[in-house]
C-alpha cells in the first residue's frame, strides 16, 4: 500500500497600514515615525490643510467689531451730549424765586443794621444754580487678537490573505493490481480594505476694550453781587518827619488825619477806630480837637506812625496799614 501526499499553500499578506498627517509628522505601518513626505507609495504626507480661507473670511468680520465699536462710542457721545442738552432745557425752563442782591445797611458804628436790610429778588431759573455734569469719553482703546488653524488626519488600512491547497493520493491491494486514487484542490481568498480622513479647521479671536468716561470741565455761574451801604472812612497822610542824632537817621515819623463820614455824608462822632499799624508804632492823638482812638465832634482822629531804624537800614521801605470800623475797612499804602 502506499499513500502519496502533495499539499502546496501560499500566503501573501500586507499587514495594516497607517498614515497619518498633523504637525509635519507621518506616521506608518506599526506606528514608527516617518520623515515628512515619505510615503511608501511615492506621496507626499505633509499638512493637507488649508487655513487661508478661514483666514480670508474671518478678517472682514473683525473689521466689522472694529467698525462697530467706533460706531458706538460715537453714538454713545451724541447721546450723552443730547442728554445734557436736554437737562439744560429743562432747567432753563424751571423758575424760582431767588436772592440776587443783599443791600446791606450799616449803623453809624459800621455794624449790620438788620430791620435796614434789603433784599432784591427776581426770578430766576434753576440753571443759575445747579450746573449739570457733563461726561466725555476721555480715552478708547481696542485691541484685536485672531487666531486661524486647521488639522488634517488620514488613516489607512489594507489586509489580503491568499491561500491554495492540492492533494493526490493512491491505495493498492494484492501488489498493486487493485488499487484507489483521490485528488482534491482547494483555494481561498480573503481581502480588507479601509480607509478614513479627517480634517478641521477652527477659528477664534478677541476683543479687548479699554474707555475712560469722565467729567468734562465747565464754568460755575457767577455769585450774585453783594452791596454794603454804611459809613465811609477817608485818609489823609501828612509829611514824614525825620530824627536825626549825630547826622544820622534814627527815626522816621509821619502824621495820618483819619475822618469818618455816615453813609448820608455828615461826621460821625465817637465812633471807636481800629488800627492795623502795619509794624509801625502807632500813637493816637488826644490833643484838643482831637479824642484818641475815638472820632471828635467832626468825626476825625489823628495817629502819628513811627519807625526806629537801625544803622544800616536808614532806606524807606513801603508798610500797609488797614483802618477799620465795625465791618468797614479802609487799607492804605505808606512809605516811610
Not at 442782591?101 to 435796614?116: I, Y
Request: include cysteine.
Amino acid at each position: 500500500m502506499a499513500n502519496e501526499s502533495k499539499t502546496s499553500n501560499k500566503t501573501r499578506s500586507s499587514g495594516p497600514r497607517t498614515a497619518a498627517r498633523a504637525g509635519g509628522i507621518a506616521l506608518r505601518g506599526a506606528g514608527f515615525p516617518a520623515p515628512l513626505g515619505a510615503g511608501g507609495d511615492g506621496g507626499l504626507l505633509g499638512l493637507g490643510a488649508d487655513a487661508s480661507g478661514q483666514l480670508e473670511n474671518i478678517a472682514p468680520t473683525f473689521g466689522n467689531i472694529l467698525s462697530s465699536i467706533g460706531l458706538g462710542v460715537a453714538n454713545s457721545q451724541a447721546a450723552l451730549d443730547n442728554g445734557i442738552i436736554e437737562t439744560v432745557r429743562k432747567l432753563s425752563d424751571t423758575k424760582i424765586t431767588v436772592v440776587t442782591e443783599v443791600v446791606e445797611h450799616l449803623d453809624d458804628n459800621g455794624l449790620p443794621d438788620v430791620a435796614a436790610t434789603e433784599l432784591i429778588t427776581n426770578e430766576l431759573s434753576v440753571l443759575n444754580f445747579v450746573t449739570p455734569t457733563v461726561h466725555e469719553w476721555k480715552h478708547v482703546a481696542i485691541s484685536l487678537d485672531m487666531n486661524v488653524g486647521a488639522m488634517d488626519d488620514e488613516t489607512g488600512v489594507s489586509y489580503s490573505v491568499a491561500s491554495e491547497q492540492h492533494s493526490l493520493g493512491l491505495a493498492g491491494l494484492f501488489f498493486g493490481f487493485v488499487g484507489v486514487g483521490y485528488m482534491s484542490d482547494t483555494e481561498t481568498y480573503r481581502s480588507m480594505m479601509a480607509n478614513t480622513h479627517r480634517e478641521a479647521q477652527w477659528s477664534s479671536g478677541v476683543v479687548q476694550l479699554d474707555a475712560t468716561l469722565a467729567p468734562r470741565r465747565t464754568t460755575k455761574f457767577p455769585v450774585p453781587a453783594s452791596v454794603s451801604i454804611g459809613p465811609q472812612i477817608f485818609v489823609a497822610q501828612g509829611s514824614i518827619v525825620e530824627t536825626k542824632v549825630g547826622g544820622v537817621v534814627t527815626e522816621r515819623s509821619v502824621d495820618v488825619l483819619i475822618n469818618v463820614r455816615k453813609a448820608s455824608g455828615a461826621v460821625n462822632p465817637s465812633k471807636l477806630i481800629e488800627l492795623d499799624a502795619g509794624g509801625l508804632l502807632p500813637s493816637f492823638s488826644t490833643t484838643a480837637p482831637f479824642t484818641g482812638s475815638t472820632t471828635n465832634a467832626d468825626g476825625q482822629c489823628k495817629v502819628t506812625l513811627r519807625r526806629s531804624i537801625t544803622l544800616g537800614f536808614a532806606q524807606p521801605v513801603k508798610r500797609s496799614l488797614t483802618i477799620r470800623l465795625g465791618q468797614i475797612s479802609k487799607r492804605f499804602d505808606l512809605v516811610i
